[in-house]
């Protein structure tokens, strides 16, 4: 079996578009930080940059850091967050089928 390495995806307009929709999507605090899904990425390595949410630092720590929440809740509520980072991207007219 072969495997190889899919590069990841980088695209600096998408992070500056999801850190500019300026409140959390989970608790609706201003000042948002584009995270990144924590799931299938290596050793210093960040999955790509559609797989980003618009979350204030205290909704960021919570998920990365996971304090009483197991490895899956956290992952569902980060998954929860990049979809709703998406319709509000969606809705604000910044992503849209060409």
């Not at 590069?7 to 307009?13: A, E, F, I, L, N």
């Not at 999507?25 to 999955?47: D, F, I, P």
């Amino acid at each position: 079996m072969s495997f190889f390495k899919v590069p990841t995806h980088r695209d600096q307009k998408w992070i500056r578009a999801v850190a500019d929709l300026g409140a959390c999507v989970l608790c609706g605090s201003e000042g948002v930080q584009a995270a990144h899904r924590n799931q299938g990425k290596g050793m210093a390595t960040k999955v790509d940059d559609c797989l980003t949410a618009a979350l204030c630092p205290d909704c960021h720590s919570s998920i990365d850091q996971g304090q009483g929440f197991t490895r899956d809740q956290r992952r569902a509520e980060m998954d929860r967050a990049i979809v709703l980072t998406l319709r509000q991207l969606v809705l604000q007219g910044r992503v849209s089928v060409k």
